[in-house]
């Protein structure tokens, strides 16, 4: 399938001069894969700015919600691999008390020894991670981390309502991705957000809002004089029995010029970079790459 051109709209609204809306556009060639990648990046030009003058809404607003253990849009995902490994361990700690010993398999000492080999192994499974991560880092296939730390709480009426509402607020139709991750660091923000198909299921246009980022009023006239970088990665995926084919894409806005690097950090005006990869669970597979004269960003 042809991959889509002109997907991500950013524009300065013409009402508040301070806001920058941010559409994600040709919604229904997106229906047609089995969930999207959307991962953002802002990084202001002037020494005057940093993240503090920055807000990404609505998820920053989310996120730190969650992070003062106030009700939020998204909860915290809660990694399970490391207690499934920890389970497993004390089981095999089990069988072996079993065929071994089995007159002291319901003694404090089996029970303890399974409570600690579970702890253990949990800790065990976090490290075997990090080490897999570090081994594959320069590898075609790599190890990976989790993208995305907060999922979408389950749809109610109620989020209908809002849905309904941030149509009225925006003036157009909007998207809240299923998972979302928030960074916010000295100089720069990002915001990953993946789709899955049925979010689009309440989009009926061509285009719908998904961020705005404000600045303060102090801040405004440096973003404008100076310039910014505002940069793009787009996941085409299809998924069939447990793997996932993608297509991604990177391109970036220098100020006012679209462009991507390439491998080696060589910049190409007018151009964006392609990258084709297979993934089963947290191990993914990097195909080809290319540059190509193709323009994603509005």
Known sequence: MKIPENIIDIKQNSEYPQIYDVELCNIPTLKKYSSIDCHLVLYPYSREIDSNNISFNPYEEYVNDLLLSKKSAYRKIIKSF???FG???GIII?????????ASLISIESIVSVFGAYFVAKEIWNELEELFINITRKLP???TTD???????RHTTLTQYSYFAKKQRYGRETLLPTMIDYVEQSNSQIIKMFLKKSDFDMVNS?????LSFHLDEKSKEYFQKEGFLFSVKLGFNKAFLGITTSTEIFQS???TIPGCLDKKGKWHTNSTFFRKTIRIGRI???LTERVENVQVLL
């Open 82 to 84: 490391n207690q499934v």
């Open 87 to 89: 389970i497993m361990v």
């Open 94 to 102: 089990v069988l072996v008390f079993w065929r071994i010993k089995p």
């Open 141 to 143: 296939v790599k190890y």
């Open 147 to 153: 993208s995305y730390r907060y999922k979408l709480e």
């Open 206 to 210: 061509e285009r719908a809002h998904i």
């Open 253 to 255: 806005i220098d100020k």
């Open 284 to 286: 993914k597979w990097y």
